[in-house]
């Protein structure tokens, strides 16, 4: 199982910036996928998170401008940022909780990392 993440880079601030997060291999069942994020010196933060059934949690830092999003069909998780601040700035992380094809557990998987830098 792979978790493939696109997007990012460098937006200015008020800027807008899209991730999108691809879920492929033998994957049986996939339950909520979510964005973390992690600046230099900080520990990983939930950013938001969305369940199979499309029930959406952010972070308090977030609400109001970043909108989570996915496609069952594709196995895919997007986040729609906007307004961005330079305190955005970090390392953003895939992440999705699904059972492996021949699997009875749920595990967490997670993707490489993007970068998302925002400064003028």
């Known amino acids: 199982v792979q978790l493939v993440e696109s997007g990012g880079g460098l937006a200015q601030p008020g800027g807008s910036l899209g991730l999108s997060c691809a879920a492929s291999?033998?994957?049986?069942?996939?339950?909520?996928m979510g964005w973390y994020r992690q600046a230099p010196g900080k520990q990983r933060e939930l950013v938001a998170v969305v369940t199979g059934g499309g029930i959406t949690n952010y972070a308090d830092s977030v609400k109001g401008r970043f909108t989570i999003s996915r496609d069952n069909a594709r196995n895919t998780v997007f986040l729609q940022m906007n307004s961005l601040k330079p305190e955005d700035t970090a390392v953003y992380y895939c992440e999705a909780e699904l059972i492996p094809t021949g699997s009875r557990w749920s595990y967490e998987y997670w993707g490489q990392g993007t970068q998302v830098t925002v400064s003028s």
């Open positions: 291999g033998s994957i049986f069942s996939l339950y909520t």
